[in-house]
């Protein structure tokens, strides 16, 4: 299990999307750690967690093992925040243990079933053909192409950034991890948001490719006490691309620093 915990203070726990791993919050950890204390792992599958040893992989599981990881860190209560697949298991964990929860964000979040919403790597690997050679499939040029398409702007994308996704995704065990979880079997509790009682804030870029803003509407509409802020120019891994403006917005959601003073 490899996991990062960083900073002082009450603890934020951030979840990575799929095709991701906990170096998506690289920028918004230097900026959020000196009001927080940031656990940020790995799921297994990614980065470079352990792949699980029966290879299976879901919502479902997620929440259990989360639940597991924090028991073992002791953490009775934590602010949390997650980034398309991670802000699913976010959602269905505060379902699940909403005493636990004081806080949510969550960013371009996964978990409405329409085909809409569902990104272009979890199609391709839904296909028969594509899914039984994915690591063969998904090259370098192929996840750049996917990085174009989460990025708003394509001048933040560099070789870097394209080496980091790459390497982690091609890891030993990860592209099988992939094709098994999205090819596992999903339940759309979408219904059930209107149960999560933790303050929200929804955070969307506004030009998101893999799930659009559309979606961000929905979660608003279905969480009670819920709000919701779209970044223009900004695609789908908003703590990436604009780390400082977001990071501010988690600051002041959370209570850490005042709202900034605004002039007509």
């Known amino acids: 299990m490899h996991y990062r915990d960083e900073g002082k203070g009450e603890p934020l726990v951030l979840l990575h999307g799929a095709f991701s791993s906990l170096h998506t919050y690289n920028a918004w950890t230097e900026i959020l750690k000196d009001h927080f204390r940031i656990i940020r792992p790995d799921l297994p599958g990614f980065g470079i967690s352990n792949n699980k040893i029966d ?8 929440t259990d093992f989360l639940k597991k990881f924090l028991d073992i860190l002791d953490i009775k209560q934590c602010y949390i925040a997650g980034s398309s697949l991670g802000g699913w298991i976010s959602w269905e964990f505060a379902l699940r243990y909403p005493e636990m929860i004081k806080r949510m964000i969550l960013l371009d979040s996964a978990g409405f079933m329409e085909t809409e919403a569902v990104p272009l790597p979890f199609k391709m690997a839904r296909t028969p053909l594509v899914g039984k050679i994915i690591k063969y499939v998904i090259r370098k040029n192929v996840l750049e192409q996917f990085l174009k398409q989460v990025y708003y702007n394509k001048n933040k994308i560099t070789e870097e950034l394209l080496d980091r996704y790459y390497d982690l995704f091609s890891r ?68 990436e691309e604009a780390p400082k403006m977001t990071a501010q917005d988690v600051l002041e959601f959370l209570g850490a620093v005042k709202p900034a003073l605004t002039t007509a």
């Open 172 to 239: 030993e065990g990860n592209p099988e991890a992939f094709l098994s979880l999205v090819n596992g079997h999903f339940k759309d509790n979408t219904r059930k948001l209107k149960y999560i009682t933790a303050p929200t804030l929804i955070i969307w870029g506004e030009s998101d490719e893999w799930i659009p803003v559309k979606y961000a509407h929905k979660f608003h509409q279905k969480i009670p006490h819920s709000k919701i802020v779209i970044y223009e120019h900004v695609g789908h891994i908003p703590m």
């Open 55 to 62: 290879h299976s992989y879901g919502i479902t599981i997620y």
